[in-house]
T-cell receptor
């Protein structure tokens, strides 16, 4: 069935470092791909999404490109901030939403 | 964006009792609501999907008699964990999808979650 695999955390970075969180997917159809962020004590918030191959989603300095050839949707940010500390979930939606296991990011000053 | 609330945010109950968790869409009408369960350091697992006014569709392996879902209105869904046991302790998250002045069609919005601890 459809599934999402994302890199295990936790990830700890210094402020202004470059961030990559890998995400690959398996799907029978042509899913939409998402990154959600969960701050402590809060619900999941949509960070960005892409609905078809080669689309690039971007928001708040984060980017991810829908790569059909590598079935990937890696999340990147050029310069992280302490406020980016959260858990990030990669997800796909075809018939229903499937989530990766989540990657906890901690950014230290 | 659209707001989904859950109540309570955390609950502790004794084994054998039942617990009800409410999920509300505050500024849009949720035609579909989803209930997820999240174990520590694991992903969200879809438990069931409910459409307003109809019975919920449960995922394989989820006991429908144990996890009762009611989606009585376009803004409210409830999950009742019946005869709770310690293994039911988990983080339960609801999600709502619909359309409205604040919500876009087919976008899913997530509640903050409810942490259930069964002693």
């Amino acid at each position: 069935g459809d599934s999402v695999t994302q890199m295990e955390g936790p990830v700890t970075l210094s402020e202004e470092a470059f961030l990559t969180i890998n995400c690959t997917y398996t799907a029978t159809g042509y899913p939409s791909l998402f990154w959600y962020v969960q701050y402590p004590g809060e619900g999941l918030q949509l960070l960005l999404k892409a609905t078809k191959a080669d689309d690039k989603g971007s928001n708040k300095g984060f980017e991810a490109t829908y790569r059909k050839e590598t079935t990937s949707f890696h999340l990147e940010k050029g310069s992280v901030q302490v406020s980016d500390s959260a858990v990030y979930f990669c997800a796909l939606k075809w018939n229903d939403m499937r989530f990766g296991a989540g990657t906890r990011l901690t950014v230290k000053p | 964006g659209a707001v989904v609330s859950q109540h309570p945010s955390w609950v502790i109950c004794k084994s054998g009792t039942s617990v009800k968790i409410e999920c509300r869409s505050l500024d849009f009408q949720a035609t579909t609501m989803f209930w997820y369960r999240q174990f520590p350091k694991q992903s969200l697992m879809l438990m069931a999907t409910s459409n307003e006014g109809s019975k919920a569709t449960y995922e394989q392996g989820v006991e429908k008699d144990k996890f009762l879902i009611n989606h009585a209105s376009l803004t409210l869904s409830t999950l009742t964990v019946t005869s709770a046991h310690p293994e039911d302790s988990s983080f339960y998250i609801c999600s709502a999808r619909g359309m409205g002045t604040s919500g876009r069609v087919d976008e899913q919005y997530f509640g903050p979650g409810t942490r259930l601890t069964v002693t």
